[in-house]
């Protein structure tokens, strides 16, 4: 059966499934080409904590919708909850321990790291 | 990393709250220091060992992340052990999960402050006491005439499913629980608690007797 | 009790299970003759200008007055003639929110250099809110000042005592509540299995960690609607994390890359422990600014393009956690470029050097000349200290 | 399942054997710990995929917990040398002697039946799998079949490998020689 | 029927299209990878591997959803809370100052 023979609530729930899926791939590809790209490690973890959790996001969101409503998509906000939460802190405690390291941060001009 | 044995342990005393100032034969040496606002480098610094020695203790924003989260995990690791019957998991699960907790905590609080809240009554009763549940809820069944860990025969409703619940949650996540913050306080406890850390000697000296440790001091 | 250096102690306090002993030993050493002088203190975890704070203002001077008042007693009881000694209270730091022990130690020190006073004496169970379990930084701190440090020689309570004193708190309660309700989400709710399991799991959850992941009591009033503002926050949170995305996707994919990475740093007028680290999450969750070390009220924050840092200093994410924690009213305040409270530590308009030093005794280094080659990330903080040199020059506020 | 390898099955194959290899080969030490954090984390995609959640669950909770910080303490209080290169030299006759061993046990590859195979000796004996599958709610009363296996119907020997769990924890205790619980 | 069954377009269901996308998840860890191996700096492979972490509680999420297992959810939630343990252990330690803990 084709996509358009569906009741018009089913289409839209497919349609913004494939987007949200397209969605978190997109953010989490920019995340990977920040942290290949990106000259240092403070740099890097620009990327890896936000494009990377909003990408995360996007999917988690993909799948409560697949999921429906049942009691495990509560279980999607949850780790929804616990992803913002976990991921700053832990981007902060790499730069901070890069930082306690003394790694200066690349500026306009120096070498690529 | 070369360091006169007194100020050592001038530190040593001051962080085991013994704390008679008085003794301390630098402090009055000290140039005054001017308060200030996070003037944390002219203060009269500190060598490796010393700082070693400090209770380093994680950023605030880790701390504070680490108290939110660390009751949600607990919960989730004590689900995860009563749910092994009809869902993923179980006690050996469950169990480490909790340990990672504990883990958790050390690394954003301090393991000396960790240990203090988590004592080692607990770590080895946890280890001991799964054990000797497991064991129990076994014997019920020899005792009672059967076989060992014949659920069948102890006395409660649907003996069988909560006889595996009961081995589950009270005797094999306690003991893995136990058993693992019990190496990582280990583990943690190291080699170099003792003055002068880390040196071949050092180690020689920690696996003979005690008794010349505590002349040291 | 040894002699103490000259006769005046300063005593911080807070409302512990020892500190009625912890006062009777002082004032057993001064009715001796060992102490001629008592300062109690008590350090304010606010600022003058929160809102409705006057309730914990009362308890804290309440708190001062009892302790003031314990030892005029005991010194009675003792015969001792109080005219010769002096008990003195008062309430301090409250112009600045408090960080860490290490902000702690140095207002004690403030006030004890003002007050001729010599030692400090501790009340063993004395933690400064915001770093539970934490006494030993805070006599490390106080080891590096001249004042001389001792603990009162008073008894904990044993672990079990201490741990049934938190379980009639509110504090238990929350931690129950809150696990409870973890639990029945994640199983389900009409099970009757999942019921006693889950009383059974915030029992646990609650003895173990109750004392752990609060600092202070909630109350009914202000935390429900914390809760309320913070569900307020998340949605334009979410806004601002999704509009700043697109902005640097757009800048990490385009072909030239043209980042500008400068480290800034901020003074923020947020509280310690939750609210200061709900703004260092939001700075680094919102993209283009990185939270790269707490130190007090100071955030070093990471920019990557100069569009993050305007916005960074702006300030709308602080207001946000004010609005979260303190209220609406507490939410207007000028933006961190209009207090002068920020700065940028990198590039050809730097306005500080880069706080290496601070952070671990290591060599100094100057910010955007140094050449990274010669020197191995592993070994600088293993350098040998250096003289003395910057230190911030920090208005205290 | 069919017996093709489908997208996320080869990209998973690919992840894990990528970390494997950097984890043997990685100079330092902390890069090894880091990466084999890494390669836990592969595995336990791959054991979801296979539908064993419970082997998946202990492997997170295992791995990425609990081995990745005891490896850490480890080498923290021993000692951790810095090495410029990034990866181990190989030595060429010990890659070969590890090499001909890994062909040896790769040649068993082909003769083990694959997934979800309803031929494969495990589904096709009724004494003992078969058995479990069918019975194991009358008998025991609860759902997940792997619990019922290591509680009940093998409960002796999960006893025995807690009493190991536990003794090989005092064992540590006694090793390391360290009176830390005292 | 869950809507993971449901066929869309030339007879692939969206628990397909999940599964593609959960394997070009698995590509990206791979480009992460490599940040995880060459580094330069520990830091860098920390990072790198927390992300990866991120990526597994997605790809483990979509699996559960693609085979409607949604018990795969649990493993996932364990994953959220211990790769943040992982990434605040090892930056702690790849601080070069001894006594971490």
Known sequence: ??????????????????????????????????????????????????????????????????????????????????????????????????????????TEGDERR | MSDTPGAGSDVDDAAAGSGDASDAPDVSDRPPIEPTYSGHDDRPHLSQI???????????????????????????????TFHGADSPGGG????????????????????????????????????????????????????????????????????????MEGVEILGIAPIVAGVLVGLFFLLAAGFDDRDGAGTETEIADATTDDATTEDDR | MAPVANGRVVVPIED?????????????????????????????????????????????????????????YDLEDADVSENGIEIETALIAEDVYLFGPRQYAERLHTYADEHGIGTVVLDPEYTPVGNTTLLQPMEFELASTPLSVREAPVDRPSRRERLVSEITGPRFATVFGGSLAFY????????????????????????????????????????????????????????????????????????????????????????????????????????????VRARDADLYVHTLIPWAREGLFDGGLERWTRFVFYGREAARLPTPRERDDCAVLQGPDADEPMPFAATDGGPELDTHHESDEDRAPDTAAEAAPTAPGHHEDGDRR | ??????????????????????????????????????????????????????????????????????????????????????????????????????????????????????????????????????????????????????ASYRGFDTFGEAVVVFGAGIATMLVLHREVFS | MSIADLAIAGGYTVGDVLLVGAAGFVVLALGMLYRAVVGPTMQDRVLAVNVLGTNTVVILALLGAALDEPTFLDIAIVYALLNFLMAIAVSKFTVERGGVL
């Open chain 1, 1 to 106: 059966m084709a996509l358009g023979s569906l009741d018009p609530v089913t289409t839209a729930r497919v349609v913004l499934i494939l987007a949200l899926l397209a969605g978190a791939l997109f953010f989490t590809f920019v995340s990977m080409v920040g942290v290949i790209r990106l000259p240092d490690v403070y740099a890097r973890a620009h990327t890896a904590s936000q494009a990377d959790t909003l990408g995360a996001g996007f999917g988690l969101a993909a799948v409560a919708l697949t999921l429906g409503w049942q009691g495990a998509s509560v279980k999607t906000a949850i780790l929804l909850f616990f992803i913002f939460v976990t991921n700053p802190t832990a981007a902060h405690a790499v730069a901070r321990a890069a930082f306690e390291d003394g790694n200066v941060p690349w």
């Open chain 2, 50 to 80: 010393q700082r070693q020695q400090t209770p380093y203790t994680e950023s605030q924003v880790i701390m504070s992340t680490v108290k939110v989260v660390a009751p949600f995990a607990l919960t989730f690791g004590l689900f995860v």
């Open chain 2, 92 to 163: 050996f699960q469950g169990g480490a999960i909790a340990a990672a907790v504990v883990l958790m905590i050390a690394f954003a609080f301090g393991i000396d402050a960790t240990r203090e809240w988590f004592t080692n009554v607990v770590v080895v009763g946890l280890a001991v006491g799964g054990v000797l549940v497991f064991g129990g809820i076994g014997l019920v069944g020899l005792v009672d005439g059967g076989t060992f860990l014949e659920y069948a025969r102890l006395p409660i409703p649907h003996p069988v499913k909560y006889g």
């Open chain 3, 16 to 72: 512990t299970a020892t500190l009625r002993a912890t006062v009777a030993h002082v004032a057993a050493a001064a009715a001796d003759g060992d102490v001629s002088a008592i300062h109690f203190v008590y350090l304010a975890s606010w600022r003058d200008d929160d809102p409705r704070i006057d309730d914990r203002r009362t308890t804290a001077q309440d708190l001062l007055a009892d302790a003031a008042d314990w030892a005029r």
């Open chain 3, 184 to 291: 029945l989400v994640l199983g389900d709710p009409t099970y009757p299995f999942d019921l006693v399991t889950g009383v059974a799991t915030a029992l646990v959850v609650a003895i173990s960690l109750s004392q752990v992941s609060l600092d202070h009591d909630p109350t009914l009033r202000e935390s429900p609607l914390r809760l309320v503002r913070g569900l307020i926050y998340v949605p334009s949170l979410l806004l601002e994390i999704l509009k700043s995305n697109v902005v640097v996707a757009r800048v990490i994919l385009s072909p030239s890359l043209p980042i500008d990475p400068t480290m800034t740093r901020m003074r923020v007028l947020v509280g310690s422990g939750l609210p200061v680290t709900t703004l260092a999450n939001s700075i680094t969750l919102t993209p283009g600014t990185l939270t």
């Open chain 4, 1 to 150: 399942m069919s017996a093709t390898v489908t997208a996320i099955e080869a990209a998973l194959f690919v992840f894990v054997i990528a970390t494997a290899v950097v984890t043997a080969l990685a100079r330092d030490v902390l890069s090894s710990i880091i990466v084999f954090g890494a390669y836990s984390l592969g595995m336990a995609a791959l054991y979801t995929f296979y539908r064993a959640p419970d082997v998946a669950l202990t492997e997170a909770a295992i791995s990425a917990g609990v081995t990745t910080v005891l490896l850490l303490l480890t080498i923290a209080k021993t000692s951790r040398m810095n090495h410029e290169a990034v990866f181990e030299r190989v030595d060429p006759t010990a890659a070969l002697a590890v090499g001909g061993l890994c062909v040896v046990l790769l040649a068993t590859v082909t003769q083990m039946p694959t997934v979800g195979d309803p031929t494969a000796p495990v589904y096709a004996n009724p004494d003992v799998t078969g058995y479990y599958l069918e019975n194991t709610y009358a008998d025991t009363g609860v759902g997940n079949t792997v619990m019922a296996v290591l």
